[in-house]
């Protein structure tokens, strides 16, 4: 886990106003004791997480699809190409939604906006860090050369998160 104190302070702030503002038929479906608190949500989250990511086509369509998401001090992270049209909707519309699903018992959802950054920069070292503790020993060492070549990353400033969790059985 790699949240502070502050970031799982902030992230439940987060969770909280979410089901504060969410309908009636969220509400159903992800009752009190289905939510995950900021620091369960955080343990469960520890690697690279598959995330759907819709962006918005210049017509105002929606399109998905999967991006290699990793949470980080609180916060759903994604990378692609540059030149990817998820970052020429993007660039023109930072509107994004993502869901990790991985079956029945877990989903977590945010609605935000997309920030890109430059991997390379001081202040995203520790990002940077984790990067290569996961990649690294699925892909080798030039999988540092890979990030260097110019991929993308973005950070999703969460406008709303909700979580759902239900035991398998």
Do not use: C, K, N
């Not at 343990?43 to 598959?50: F, K, R, S």
């Not at 020429?88 to 869901?99: D, E, G, K, L, Q």
């Amino acid at each position: 886990m790699h949240e502070t104190g502050e970031d799982l302070a902030r992230l439940q702030t987060l969770l909280d106003d979410s089901y504060a503002r969410a309908g009636e038929h969220l509400r159903r479906v992800i009752t009190q004791d289905r939510r995950l608190r900021a620091e369960e949500l955080a343990e469960m989250l520890p690697d690279m997480q598959l995330l759907v990511l819709a962006t918005v086509t210049a017509t105002g369509h929606p399109i998905a699809g999967p991006v290699d998401g990793m949470f980080f001090r609180g916060e759903w992270y994604f990378g692609s190409a540059p030149d990817s049209t998820r970052f020429t909707h993007i660039r023109r519309s930072p509107w994004v939604s993502a869901s990790h699903l991985p079956g029945e018992h877990l989903s977590v959802t945010v609605h935000g906006r997309a920030v890109p950054f430059g991997i390379a920069a001081p202040e995203h070292a520790s990002f940077r860090s984790h990067l290569l503790s996961i990649y690294v020993p699925r892909y080798g060492a030039e999988w540092e050369q890979f990030l260097d070549s110019g991929v993308q990353y973005a950070r999703i400033d969460a406008e709303r998160m909700y979580t759902f969790s239900m035991p398998e059985g």
